[in-house]
């Protein structure tokens, strides 16, 4: 079984519709993320989570929101979806190494299309 | 914030020869690079890191280098093979127990049969 899992894997919508993109985990890590993939961009980060109650705005947060329901599962809302929205969004999730959390590991994607 | 770039953003090679991928980034406080292999339909997966008090790590066929002072680090992938075309990602963080990761924008790397 997978260890970061995302639903739904793909998802057509249009422009002004609420989506919500879920995001589990069975590692019993505390710390997620949500990143957003383009073509030739990289990954930017949205949000992420150092726990339950502590949530940070990333480098692209505008058009978006989270919730983190429980330390297993983050999702990520798009209140009014726009075109621009189109990407590939993962989730991703770290744990303490020694002093520092270091290694993310990363869900399958949920490939996102705005109509 | 951090800055990072990565070059080349495309790269054949074909089999049995080496591939070297670079970096650079701009906050002298990073401290930690780690590499990300992306497969077609997957998520990212870390393949090899390197925090900055060591110079270069090594793993069978793959290793990396890090040249503080020029703030750049490679990857170089030795004798390759189909299996390594991907997409790979270098990356920077910096600090002790609230860091994030800025990602280069990848290098797709194809092994040309």
């Known amino acids: 079984d997978a260890d970061v899992t995302q639903t739904p894997r793909n998802r057509i919508t249009k422009t002004g519709k609420r989506i919500m993109l879920e995001c589990s985990q069975t590692k019993g890590h505390d710390r997620m993320y949500w990143y957003r993939q383009d073509p030739g961009l990289g990954l930017q980060l949205i949000y992420y989570?150092?726990?339950?109650?502590?949530?940070n705005k990333g480098e692209i947060s505008d058009g978006y929101s989270v919730s983190r329901q429980a330390q297993a599962k983050f999702s990520l809302s798009l209140e009014s979806a726009i075109p621009n929205q189109t990407a590939l969004y993962f989730c991703?999730?770290?744990?303490?190494?020694?002093?520092?959390?270091?290694?993310?590991?990363f869900g399958p994607g949920t490939r996102l299309t705005v109509l | 914030g951090e800055n990072v770039e990565q070059h080349p953003s495309t790269l054949s090679v074909q089999e049995g020869d080496s591939a070297v991928i670079k970096c650079t980034y701009s906050d002298s406080a990073s401290n930690y690079f780690p590499w990300y292999k992306q497969e077609l339909g997957k998520g990212p997966q870390l393949i090899i890191d390197?925090?900055?008090?060591?110079g270069e790590k090594k793993d069978q066929r793959i290793a990396v280098t890090l040249n503080k002072t020029a703030k750049h680090f490679s990857l170089h992938i030795t004798e390759t093979q189909p299996e390594d075309s991907a997409v790979y990602f270098c990356?920077?963080?910096?600090?002790?127990?609230?860091?994030?990761?800025?990602f280069g924008t990848g290098t797709r790397l194809t092994i040309i049969p």
């Open positions: 991703a999730t770290s744990d303490k190494q020694g002093a520092s959390y270091n290694e993310q590991f």
């Open positions: 390197i925090r900055s008090n060591v």
């Open positions: 990356a920077a963080s910096s600090g002790f127990g609230n860091e994030k990761l800025t």
């Open positions: 989570s150092f726990d339950v109650k502590d949530i």
